[in-house]
Nanobody, 123 residues
């Protein structure tokens, strides 16, 4: 069974930084894509960033470009999201999602999702 476990969320002041981790387990395929999504109260889920395990291609939403960096440690099956210059509007529950297909993850229709980690940015 594929499992995704997010960690690293918390409370931070505006301008601060956090690093989220997504540890994946229970799968045997070599190539996959992992994405980060977020959902704030009363808002729709939003794609934040995505990375391909095979070639390292990345995607960033315009709202986080230049502030967030996604990276992966394929040996540990772990993906990180370094979030710098955080803003109150970044407050949300952050989820990671995994699937075989890049397009599926970017579209937000991945088969596997974590439980989420709360990020709160105070002004």
């Amino acid at each position: 069974e594929v499992q995704l476990v997010e960690s690293g969320g918390g409370l931070v002041q505006a301008g601060g930084s956090l690093r989220l981790s997504c540890a994946a387990s229970g799968f045997t395929f070599d190539d996959y894509a992992i994405g980060w999504f977020r959902q704030a109260p009363g808002k729709e889920r939003e794609g934040v960033s995505c990375i391909s395990s095979s070639d390292g291609i990345t995607y960033y939403a315009d709202s986080v470009k230049g502030r967030f960096t996604i990276s992966s440690d394929t040996a540990k099956n772990t993906v990180y999201l370094q979030m710098n210059s955080l803003k109150p509007e970044d407050t949300a529950v952050y989820y990671c999602a995994l699937d075989l297909l890049w397009a599926t993850v970017v579209a937000g229709t991945a088969n596997y999702w974590g439980q989420g980690t709360q990020v709160t940015v105070s002004s």
